[in-house]
């Protein structure tokens, strides 16, 4: 499998000038928060900047993360000295829980792996009775990216651009090919929306006396435009459940 400490410096970087990815790393946690409440046992599959820890680390009795990267792990745990859950070093298609999930989040992770339909067919198993699973990965069909297409800035929806390169994505997805993925893993959607609807480039929003509140409305706007969206956020349960 890929040494995926050998990738982890994009993750151990300084997160403060990533502005959209702050963003959106603090809103889809309180929307998934405002759908489950408070809940048993949940996990994440990875760490990343460690933005959503703390949002979902007080949504569960027992919270738990797997992260391939030991390297991210030791960052986090140092920055972290507050935290109290179980971080478990291991390879997303390999790691078996002790235990079942009421809720399992994967956040912007199925972009990255080699075979996203296998990932979510076996977590399946780790769910609790009635448990559910959250999906966010980015969005192919965004509207900054249908303007690129358009402008000849890319030269198909789906293709991959130096920053996905540099963060080891390996597709894109639209809200059509997710649930394609998801459905053939076993699951039935029970929510689809929109993460930020980005209209105009960030560095003309930059230039926007009342930038911040611009930003929270293309997020609380973007909820119910997942088309359009920069990223996408999907509930699952079983197909069976």
């Known amino acids: 499998m890929e040494n995926l400490d050998a990738v982890a410096d994009k993750y151990l970087a300084d997160p ?3 502005i ?3 963003l959106i790393m603090n809103w889809y946690p309180k929307r998934i928060g ?6 048993g046992a949940l996990l994440e599959l990875g760490l990343g900047h460690g933005y959503t820890v703390p949002y ?11 992260e391939g990267s030991q390297r991210v792990i030791d960052h986090f745990r140092s920055k972290n000295p507050w935290y109290k859950g179980r971080l478990v070093q291991d390879y997303f298609e390999t790691y078996t829980p002790d ?10 992770v199925l972009e990255h792996v080699e075979d996203p339909r296998a990932i979510l067919e076996r977590y399946r198993s780790f769910l609790a009775p009635g448990g559910r699973i959250f999906v966010a990965v980015p969005n192919a069909k ?6 690129g297409l358009e402008m000849g800035m890319i030269g198909d929806i789906y293709d991959l651009n130096a920053t996905d390169h540099l963060l080891g994505h390996k597709r894109n997805y639209c809200r059509d090919t997710l649930r394609a993925d998801v459905e053939a893993a076993g699951y039935r959607t029970t929510l689809e929306e929109g993460i930020y609807l980005k209209p105009l480039p960030l560095g003309v929003l930059k ?3 009342d930038m911040e509140a611009n930003l929270q409305a293309m997020l609380k706007v973007g909820v119910d435009f997942p088309d359009l969206c920069v990223a996408l956020l999907f509930e ?3 197909a069976g459940g």
Do not use: K, P, Y
């Open 16 to 18: 403060s000038v990533e």
């Open 99 to 108: 235990r079942r999930f009421d809720v399992i989040v994967m956040g912007f």
């Open 56 to 66: 979902f680390a007080r949504m569960t009795d027992h919270h738990e993360v797997v």
């Open 207 to 209: 230039t926007l006396d």
């Open 236 to 238: 699952l349960e079983a």
């Open 142 to 147: 965004s509207l900054n990216r249908r303007l």
């Open 34 to 39: 405002d759908r489950v409440g408070h809940v």
């Open 20 to 22: 959209e990815n702050d």
